[in-house]
C-alpha cells in the first residue's frame, strides 16, 4: 500500500468516532414512522459520545463531543448549545466512570449508557423547564431514555464493528 | 506503559489528560454561553440552521428512502393482520360520508345563493406547494419537520401547513431548498382557533403532548367534548377555517385538550399554504360632523 494510501487509512480510522457521532446525528434527523405517531426518537448520538468515550477517550475528546453535540442542536431545532452541553456533561461523567463501566461486569457498559442516559435525560429535562419558565412534561423524556437505552446495544455492536477497522489503522 | 495505554485507548501522559479537562471546561462554558445567547437573540443562529438544513437536505433525502421503504413494507406486514376490520371500518365511513357529502353539496348550493344575494366579497384563494417530509426531529423537546421546499419554492416563514387531514403546524425557517416546519404539539406553538359552533376565540398551545391544550378562553365559555375546532384568521398569516380538531374536555372543565385530526407525525407528503391575507386597506378617515364629533368618512379618499 502507498504512503498516502497509508495516511489516508489512518486519518479515516482516526476519524471513525466523530464520524459515526455525525452518523447517528443523522439518523435521528430521518423520519421514521411506523410506531404510529408516538415516537420519541432516541439519543443516537449519546450513544456514539458515551461507546467512544470509554473505548477510545484519546479518539473522542471533548471538541468532537461539543462539534456532535452543535449538530444535534442544529437538526432538532433546539436551543443553540443546549445537547452540545449535555453531551459534554455526559462525556465527563462517562469517562470518570470509564474503569467501572469497562470492567468486567458483561452488562457494565449498558448500565454505564443507561447511567449516562438518564442524567443526560435529567439534565435536558431541567434546562428545558428553565427555558419554558415551569416544569415541562417529563414522560417524553423518559420515553427516550427507555428507548435509548433500548437500542443502545445495538448500536454498541456496531460501533464495535468499526472499532475493529480502527484497530487495524491505528 | 505507555503502549499498554495507548492499546487500552486511555491518555497517554497527565499533559494530554489535563489539555483534555481544560478544553472540556472551556467547551462547556461555550455551550451554555450558546445556550444563554440563543434564548436572548433567537435569530443569530437562524442563519446557521437555514444553511445547514440546505446542505443536509440532500443526504436526508437520501437516507429516508430506504428507511421509508422498510417503513412501508412493515406497515404492509402489520396490516395483513387488520385488513378484515379495516374493510368493514371503511365500508362503513363511506356510507356515513356520502350522507355528509349529500348534505354538504346541498349546503354549497345553499351559501352560494346567500353569498350572491347578498353580494358578498369572498375571501382571497390560497395557493399552495407541496412538499416532502425529509427530516424529522421529534425530541422530547422540540416537535418539528424538515420539508424540501424552500424560499425558490415560494415557502417563506410563518406559513401554515396541512397534511390529507388537517393542520399540522407553521413554518418557522425558510432555506432556499428546504424548510423547518413546527409542529402543533410542540412546547412553543400557540396557534390562534376558533372554537365552533360558538365561535369562541381560543389559543392551541402545544405542550410536548399528543393533546394540545385550549388556553385564553373567555370567562364564562364552557366547551363539549366534540366541538370543532378550526383555525381563526386572527394575524393574517393563517386562512380561517382549517381543520385542526376535536375538542376533549376532562374532569376540570378548565383543562381542555384537542384530539387533531392530524400530529404531522406520520406524514410523508404536506401542503404548505400561501395564504394572500388581503393587506393595504385603506384606513378611513376621520371627519368631524356639524356636532363637532369625530366620524368615519362616508367618502372614499382618491
Known amino acids: 500500500m502507498s504512503p498516502v494510501a497509508t495516511r489516508l487509512g489512518r486519518f479515516a480510522s482516526i476519524a471513525i468516532p466523530f464520524l459515526s457521532g455525525l452518523v447517528c446525528v443523522l439518523i435521528g434527523a430521518v423520519p421514521f414512522s411506523v410506531s404510529n405517531g408516538f415516537l420519541v426518537t432516541p439519543l443516537f448520538p449519546l450513544m456514539a459520545v458515551f461507546y467512544w468515550s470509554i473505548v477510545r477517550p484519546d479518539l473522542m475528546g471533548p471538541t468532537p463531543v461539543f462539534i456532535i453535540g452543535l449538530l444535534q442542536d442544529i437538526f432538532t431545532a433546539g436551543p443553540p448549545g443546549f445537547w452540545a452541553f449535555i453531551f459534554l456533561a455526559a462525556y465527563a461523567f462517562s469517562v470518570s466512570q470509564r474503569i467501572l463501566f469497562t470492567g468486567r461486569f458483561a452488562l457494565g457498559p449498558w448500565l454505564g449508557f443507561a447511567m449516562t442516559a438518564l442524567m443526560a435525560v435529567f439534565l435536558a429535562w431541567v434546562i428545558a423547564s428553565i427555558f419554558h419558565g415551569g416544569p415541562v412534561a417529563p414522560l417524553p423524556f423518559f420515553v427516550q431514555f427507555v428507548a435509548s437505552v433500548t437500542f443502545y446495544p445495538l448500536f454498541m455492536r456496531i460501533f464495535a464493528f468499526a472499532g475493529r477497522g480502527l484497530a487495524r489503522g491505528v | ?302
Open chain 2, 1 to 302: 506503559m505507555n503502549d499498554r495505554r495507548r492499546r487500552g485507548g486511555g491518555f497517554r501522559a497527565p499533559v494530554e489528560l489535563l489539555s483534555h479537562r481544560v478544553a472540556l471546561v472551556l467547551l462547556s462554558l461555550v455551550a451554555a454561553g450558546f445556550l444563554l445567547l440563543g434564548r436572548a437573540d433567537s435569530a443569530l443562529f437562524e442563519g446557521v440552521r437555514k444553511w445547514f438544513s440546505d446542505t443536509s437536505a440532500p443526504v436526508l433525502e437520501a437516507l429516508a428512502t430506504p428507511l421509508r421503504w422498510a417503513e412501508e413494507q412493515v406497515n404492509a406486514f402489520t396490516d395483513i393482520f387488520t385488513v378484515y376490520e379495516e374493510n368493514e371500518r371503511l365500508r362503513e365511513e363511506n356510507a356515513r360520508l356520502l350522507e355528509w357529502k349529500n348534505a354538504a353539496l346541498e349546503m354549497e348550493a345553499r351559501i352560494k345563493r346567500y353569498e350572491a344575494l347578498l353580494n358578498m366579497q369572498i375571501a382571497p384563494e390560497s395557493s399552495f406547494v407541496t412538499a416532502e417530509v425529509i427530516g424529522d426531529t421529534r425530541g422530547p423537546f422540540v416537535r418539528a419537520l424538515i420539508v424540501n421546499a424552500g424560499i425558490t419554492d415560494g415557502v417563506t416563514k410563518g406559513q401554515a401547513v396541512i397534511d390529507a387531514n388537517g393542520l399540522i403546524g407553521r413554518v418557522v425557517e425558510a432555506g432556499n431548498s428546504s424548510s423547518r416546519v413546527l409542529l402543533l404539539t410542540d412546547l412553543s406553538s400557540r396557534i390562534p382557533v376558533v372554537i365552533e359552533p360558538y365561535g369562541v376565540r381560543a389559543i392551541l398551545a402545544g405542550d410536548n403532548s399528543e393533546y394540545p391544550r385550549i388556553e385564553f378562553l373567555p370567562p364564562g365559555v364552557t366547551l363539549s367534548t366534540g366541538d370543532r375546532i378550526v383555525t381563526s384568521g386572527d394575524g393574517g398569516v393563517f386562512p380561517p377555517g382549517i381543520a385542526v380538531g376535536v375538542a376533549s374536555v376532562g374532569d376540570d372543565p378548565g383543562d381542555v385538550r384537542v384530539i387533531m385530526y392530524s400530529t404531522g407525525a406520520n406524514a410523508q407528503l404536506v401542503r404548505i399554504i400561501d395564504y394572500n391575507f388581503p393587506t393595504g386597506v385603506d384606513a378611513p378617515a376621520l371627519v368631524s360632523n356639524e356636532a363637532g364629533e369625530a366620524v368615519l368618512n362616508p367618502q372614499p379618499a382618491n
